[in-house]
């Protein structure tokens, strides 16, 4: 028997998830120079892209120009998408292993990490990713409600996700209304009361995970101030003793442009973005309806553990914040896959370099790897799934070589469109998406939008005329 990889016998791929990092893996396994591969994505919602379309900010359209990138990836003859395809429903690993050498799931982090403290479960407090795929259109998501008539708004967390959060919220009609925000959340944020909006940092800025293009973005908005606690953008003794140790000038600059906030005098925009430092919320409190009305937050210093890492630890003093709207914008999280081995203490499928394990003997599971989020956490930006994706390609092609894959009895294009066929009738090819695409920017134009997303998987078959 030859090995596949070669023209009469192609090695055949699964890839499970069509975000940045399936795109990168597909590209990579497609131009391997000895081995000849065909490759099918399948992704549960019929449209490409991932987080590029469901979670990067409407107002961030530079970002999203990386899927000119992804379409050449899908123009490859021997490339197939497969949208709509629901992994571990419309299709198993078992009926992969039929018709694939290798399988690679990267599905991302499809929830979000939990902040633990009393009343996080009220109406009116919400994960930010639920935010995030609502204006972005995601049809899973397009009916979540957020109470927009409530004049203050926290976020938690300082990361990206939550400064796009706050940043959205803060953004005027004008300045969403030239952006592919989906419709109903553009009209929804055209009603918004918001005035102020909370960004709340357990430690201090020196420890903030945005970083400085998106810090200083918030400085620029056309109808929102940003303000600071003077005092909270002071480095405390640990963290200048850190930065005096090991010098980093991104940290140094971030640091700057918080201090530079300090200085501001509101310029009597609309609304009002406070970036807070070392504060937790301990606790959300309720009215009589059952909604969030404030939160209990408590002041922290930061203490040095075994490592050096600064940590907060509470100070015992506390302080109300009245709220009526909050996210936590904690981190996502990774979900386990159906017959997929996962780590639950770090939320990733269990695996080495790529390699998916079996948590028995700890051996690779043969013909299995992962890649992206969902095989080292929600950290990095777009472009780290390349280099990730790359490592775990390479691993595939080593295995490859060492007769280390699948020998499934149908590896044939032919046999998973049958398959499909059968599943999932209604699914989307990559040609179906580069009609809807079309229909989107058309939608678009006369708006003056990049586009105009259909939301409603209905309104996608419909637009295909089916
Ligand atoms: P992240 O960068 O890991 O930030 C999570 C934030 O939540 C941190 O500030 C963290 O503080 C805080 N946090 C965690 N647990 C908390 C708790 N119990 N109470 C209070 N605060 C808590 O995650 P993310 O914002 O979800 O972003 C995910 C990844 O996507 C990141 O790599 C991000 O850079 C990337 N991203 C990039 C962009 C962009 O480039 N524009 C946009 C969006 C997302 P500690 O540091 O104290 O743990």
Not at 356 to 379: F, N
Request: charged share 25%; net charge neutral; hydrophobic share 40%.
């Amino acid at each position: 028997m030859i090995s596949p990889g070669t023209q009469e016998r192609p090695l055949r791929v699964a890839i499970i998830g069509a975000g940045p990092t399936g795109f990168y893996a597909a590209d990579q396994l497609l131009k391997q120079p000895k081995v000849v591969a065909e490759v099918d994505l399948f992704d549960r919602v019929p449209t490409p892209y991932g987080l590029v379309r469901a979670g990067v900010a409407p107002d961030h359209q530079k970002i999203k120009s990386v899927t000119a990138a992804f379409d050449k990836v899908a123009a490859h003859p021997r490339f197939s998408f497969f949208g709509g395809v629901d992994f571990g429903k419309d299709v198993t690993v078992d009926d992969l292993r039929r018709h694939y050498h290798q399988i690679l799931y990267s599905t991302g982090a499809q929830t979000d990490r939990r902040m633990g403290i009393p009343g996080e479960d009220l109406a009116g407090s919400h994960p930010a990713t639920e935010f995030v795929a609502w204006y972005n259109g995601h049809p899973d998501y397009r009916d979540c409600r957020f109470d927009l008539s409530q004049e203050r708004a926290a976020v938690v967390g300082v990361g990206n996700v939550a400064v796009d959060v706050a940043r959205v919220l803060c953004r005027s009609f004008e300045e969403l209304a030239t952006t592919d925000i989906a419709d109903y959340a553009l009209e929804a944020l055209r009603e918004s009361h918001i005035k102020e909006v909370y960004l709340l940092g357990r430690r201090g800025p020196a420890q903030a995970a945005f970083t400085n293009p998106e810090i200083r973005e918030l400085g620029d908005l056309a109808d929102a101030d940003i303000s600071v606690v003077p005092e909270e953008v002071e480095l405390d003794l640990l963290s200048r003793a850190a930065l005096e140790k090991s010098p980093d000038r991104a940290t140094q600059k971030k640091v700057e442009i918080l201090q530079g906030y300090a200085l501001r005098k509101a310029g009597g925009k609309s609304r009002r973005l406070i970036v807070r430092f070392l504060v937790s919320p301990v606790e959300l409190v309720g009215n009589e309806a059952g909604a969030v009305a404030a939160m209990k937050l408590v002041r922290n210093r930061l203490e040095a553990t075994a490592t050096g890492a600064l940590q907060p630890k509470p100070t015992g003093v506390f302080e109300d914040l009245p709220a009526g709207l909050v996210f936590r914008s904690v981190g996502y999280k990774g979900v386990p896959l159906p017959g997929v081995p996962f780590n639950e203490s770090g939320a990733v499928i269990l695996n080495d370099k790529g390699r998916v394990l079996d948590p028995l003997t700890r051996q690779p599971v043969v013909g299995e790897y992962t890649a992206g989020w969902i095989k080292r956490g929600p950290t990095g930006v777009i472009g780290t799934n390349k280099p990730d994706a790359a490592e775990t390609v390479e691993c595939m092609m080593e295995d490859l070589a060492g007769g280390r894959a699948l020998d499934p009895p149908e590896p044939s294009a032919e046999a998973v469109r049958r398959l499909i066929g059968q599943r999932q009738p209604r699914h989307f090819t990559y040609q179906d998406w580069l009609r809807l695409n079309e229909a989107e920017v058309a939608r678009g134009r006369p708006l003056g939008r990049p586009r105009l997303k259909f939301t409603r998987v209905e309104d996608m078959h419909a637009a295909l005329g089916r």
